[in-house]
C-alpha cells in the first residue's frame, strides 16, 4: 500500500532546488526514459495506478543531477534527493518480496524451458517471462497498488513527489541496464537464480552406477554391421532424443532458503541523513561499512 507520511522541518522551503555536484542524472535529456521492453513495463505499471501526471514531475530532477545515491536491495529501494533544503531528502520505494516456495515453484517453471534457461544464463530478459510468473499464480511487477508502499522525508504530501518520482526514473534506467536488479527487487539476485538454473539444468547421475562403466562392450543384441554398432546408434539416437528435455529434478527440495546478500553499507540509506558540522558525513561512512563486512 503507498503510504505518506508528512514530516515538517521548519518553514516551507523555497521552489528552487539545490544543485547537487557529482549526481546521478538520466542518460536520456529529453523524450521517453525507458528504453528495454522490461522498463517501459515498469514504468507503465506506475503509470496504470494514476501516477503518470506525478511522476512527470520528477523528470527534471532526474536528468539534472538531484538524486545523490540509488541503493537496491531486497523489496526496497533507496534514495537521497537534494531538494530546496540545505539536507537531502530521503526517498523509498518498497515491493512486496516474492517468498521463498514461490521462488522455488518460478526457478522450476523456467528449468522447464530450455530457451528461458538459456536466454537467462547469456544475460538476457526473456519476453514471456512474465507468462511464466502468471501461470504460478504470481506477477513480475507489483500487480496492484497494495504490494508498492512509497515514503519521502519530504514535507509534500502528494504520491509520487518529486523526489520519489526522479527515483522512479532512475530506477526504470537501472532495470534498463541491467534486468536481474528486477528479480532482485523482488527477492532473487543474479548469483542465486542463475545457480539455481545451472543446478536444475545439470545432467543428471544414473541411479544405478552398475547400469554402465563407462564401455560399450557388447551384449549380442548388437545390430548387423561390426561389434557394437547397433548399441552405439541406439546410444546417440537417445542422446538427440533428450538433449531439449529438463533433466529428473531432485526429489527433495531445500527447506532453508540462502538469504539474499545484501550492501553492507544499506542500512546507511535508511536512516535519517547523518549530519556533522553543517554538512551530510553519509557518503564519508560507507567505506568503513564496507570494510567491516569483508571477511
Known amino acids: ?52 501526471g506525478r511522476l512527470v514531475r520528477g523528470r527534471a530532477y532526474a536528468r539534472t543531477g538531484q538524486v545523490m545515491s540509488l541503493s537496491l536491495s531486497t523489496s526496497l529501494v533507496v534514495a537521497l534527493v537534494m531538494g530546496s533544503r540545505a539536507e537531502p531528502y530521503r526517498a523509498r520505494i518498497g515491493v512486496r518480496r516474492i517468498d521463498e516456495d514461490d521462488w522455488t515453484r518460478i526457478e522450476h517453471a523456467l528449468a522447464d524451458r530450455a530457451v528461458f534457461a538459456a536466454k537467462l544464463l547469456a544475460g538476457e530478459m526473456p519476453a514471456e517471462i512474465e507468462d511464466v510468473f502468471a501461470e504460478q499464480g504470481l506477477t513480475l511487477f507489483p500487480g496492484t ?21 526522479a527515483t522512479c526514473y532512475l530506477l526504470a534506467e537501472a532495470f534498463d541496464r541491467d534486468p536481474f536488479e528486477i528479480l532482485a527487487w523482488r527477492g532473487r539476485s543474479r548469483e542465486d537464480l542463475l545457480d539455481r538454473l545451472r543446478e536444475l539444468r545439470a545432467p543428471m547421475h544414473p541411479d544405478d552406477p552398475d547400469e554402465t562403466d563407462g564401455t560399450d562392450e557388447p551384449d549380442g543384441s548388437e545390430e548387423p554391421g561390426g561389434p557394437g554398432g547397433g548399441t552405439a546408434a541406439a546410444s546417440r539416437d537417445d542422446r538427440f532424443e533428450s538433449f531439449w528435455t529438463r533433466p529428473k529434478p531432485a526429489s527433495a527440495l531445500p527447506d532453508i532458503p540462502e538469504p539474499v546478500p545484501g550492501r553492507p553499507d544499506a542500512l546507511l540509506d535508511q536512516l535519517d541523513p547523518l549530519v556533522l558540522a553543517g554538512r551530510s558525513i553519509t557518503d564519508d561512512l560507507r567505506p568503513f561499512y564496507r570494510a567491516i563486512a569483508e571477511p
Not at 5 to 31: F, I, Y
Not at 145 to 165: G, I, N, Q
Open 1 to 52: 500500500m503507498v503510504e505518506r507520511t508528512r514530516h515538517w522541518h521548519g518553514e516551507r522551503p523555497s521552489s528552487r532546488p539545490v544543485r547537487v555536484e557529482g549526481g546521478l542524472t538520466l542518460r536520456s535529456k529529453r523524450g521517453e526514459v525507458a528504453r528495454t521492453w522490461w522498463s517501459r513495463r515498469f514504468v507503465e505499471v506506475l503509470e496504470s495506478f494514476g501516477m503518470g
Open 145 to 165: 497498488l497494495r504490494e508498492l508502499s512509497m515514503d519521502c522525508t519530504c514535507p509534500d504530501w502528494e504520491v509520487p513527489c518529486k523526489h520519489l518520482a
